[in-house]
């Protein structure tokens, strides 16, 4: 059964500064998203990782994946409150019929 | 329309009453998802289909059925609706099963089972 886990589960963040969320997954797979849900919304595909070494980055936030380690990063610069958000991380198993997603991480930016 | 639709947008229901969640989409995606969101435990699998007249079970099937007739439309039915169905229900789509398989996702439906 894959599992993918993401860290931290809960994030407060002040403003300016940068963290990074982490998505482990248990099976090989080299097929990452990242989407962001804001609360009582849909999700929003935000990054999509189909190889090893894959990174992305659209404004502050950055996606990596390393199908070695079977982790993926999202990085956040320079945090301002718009990100508030739930950020999920799926993983597709190569079967091409399903994603698995992590629990999400809510991220709060403060003042 | 443009992307995905659900309806309804929220319900309330009987325990024990049918109810039919609707899902269309316009991007003429292949392959469809139904997904339930509950608090802590993410996004849960309930059933798929890879293409029009084929369906399959996800991780958490019971108590629901589907039905793909044709591409657009991919309808998610409770025969009878017990309490623990209480959930927020994304319809999803993707272009090609079996390709990199980004999946969009509907607005959700809120259903409350009492």
């Known amino acids: 059964e894959l599992k993918v886990e993401q860290n931290p589960l809960f994030l407060s963040m002040q403003e300016g500064k940068n963290y990074t969320i982490y998505c482990n997954y248990s099976t090989t797979s080299d097929r990452l998203y990242w989407y962001r849900q804001d609360p009582g919304k849909s999700l929003e595909s935000l990054f999509v990782l189909l190889s090893n070494g894959a990174v992305k980055q659209e404004g502050r936030l950055m996606a990596s994946l390393d199908t070695k380690a079977r982790l993926s990063t999202l990085h956040i610069t320079a945090a301002v409150h718009d990100l508030s958000a739930t950020y999920f991380c799926?993983?597709?198993?190569?079967?091409?019929?399903?994603?698995?997603f992590g629990k999400g991480t809510s991220l709060l930016v403060t003042p | 329309i443009a992307g995905i639709t659900q309806a309804p947008t929220s319900q309330i229901l009987a325990a024990g009453r049918r109810m039919t969640l609707r899902c269309t989409q316009d991007?003429?995606?292949?392959?469809m998802y139904w997904y339930r969101q509950d608090l802590g435990l993410g996004l849960r699998l309930i059933h798929y289909?890879?293409?029009?007249?084929?369906?399959g079970k996800g991780e958490v099937p019971d108590g629901y059925s589907v039905s793909r007739a044709n591409t657009d439309d991919f309808p998610l039915t409770l025969a009878s609706a017990v309490p623990s169905q209480t959930s927020v229900y994304f319809c999803?789509?993707?272009?090609?099963?079996?390709?990199?398989?980004?999946?969009?996702f509907g607005p959700g439906t809120r259903l409350t089972v009492l």
């Open positions: 999803a789509s993707s272009r090609i099963p079996g390709e990199f398989s980004e999946q969009f």
């Open positions: 289909s890879n293409t029009a007249g084929t369906t």
């Open positions: 991007m003429r995606h292949n392959a």
């Open positions: 799926a993983v597709d198993e190569n079967s091409g019929y399903a994603l698995n």
